[in-house]
């Protein structure tokens, strides 16, 4: 299994550029989610998804859009971005059901927004 | 609302000794598990050790224990015996299931631990 991938693993765009974070995984996981890393801030969430076709927003949702067409396949996307937008993202997945269940994540996009 | 709170943003332990790393938890819903997760330089999240809000004994997974006080709402973690290569980024996580099915997956700010030789 690969597990959890996202592509690409290093981004830079200019302002108002838009552009799609790619995320997959091979263990059929009902829950994927995309987080931001920023600096003194911790993970937060943008947007989840419990299923396919099941898609809700997190903590820091604007700016950004997503879909959920199938199980595997969970891509982020950023609208306009912006240099606010700078930041480590990754991608997660869960499996459905039990609290034990850890979140098994990709190795993250680097994207810096100029 | 829930909240993770991780308030080491640095911490230094001297190798082979063990460390403690605090968090506090506060959530309304019935259900919740608490993690930790491990980031290395390198970027990736490493899984820990999970401790569920109904285990009567705090989880314990090689050199890492959880030291799970539910009535004060803490998770520390505590490594034993610390390692140069225990030095890295740690967050505390809480996954809760509310009464309507909703889930929440919520992290801390992080300590960053640096193991001394």
């Known amino acids: 299994n690969a597990g959890v991938t996202q592509t690409p693993k290093f981004q830079v765009l200019k302002t108002g550029q838009s552009m799609t974070l790619q995320c997959a995984q091979d263990?059929?996981?009902?829950?994927m989610s995309w987080y931001r890393q920023d600096p003194g801030m911790g993970l937060r969430l943008i947007h989840y998804?419990?299923?396919?076709?099941?898609?809700d927003q997190g903590e820091v949702p604007n700016g950004y859009n997503v879909s959920r067409s199938t199980t595997e396949d969970f891509p982020l996307r950023l609208l306009s971005a912006a240099p606010s937008q700078t930041s480590v993202y990754f991608c997660?997945?869960?499996?459905?059901?039990?609290?034990?269940?850890?979140?098994?994540f990709g190795p993250g996009t680097r994207l810096t927004v100029l | 609302a829930q909240k993770i709170t991780q308030t080491q943003p640095g911490m230094f332990v001297q190798e082979k000794e063990a460390v403690t790393l605090d968090c506090t938890y506060d959530t309304s819903d019935p259900s919740y598990g608490l993690f930790w997760y491990k980031q290395p330089s390198s970027g990736e999240m490493i899984f820990l050790i999970y401790?569920?809000?109904?285990?009567?004994q705090n989880a314990t997974e090689g050199r890492y224990s959880l030291n799970f006080q539910k009535a004060r709402k803490s998770a520390n973690l505590v490594i034993s015996a610390s390692q140069l290569g225990d030095s890295a980024m740690y967050f505390c996580?809480?996954?809760?299931?509310?009464?309507?099915?909703?889930?929440?997956?919520?992290f801390g700010t992080g300590t960053r631990l640096k193991v001394l030789a």
């Open positions: 997660a997945s869960l499996p459905q059901g039990g609290l034990g269940n850890e979140q098994f």
């Open positions: 998804s419990v299923g396919a076709g099941i898609t």
């Open positions: 996580a809480m996954y809760s299931l509310s009464t309507s099915g909703t889930y929440k997956y919520i």
């Open positions: 263990m059929n996981h009902e829950y």
């Open positions: 401790q569920g809000s109904y285990d009567q």
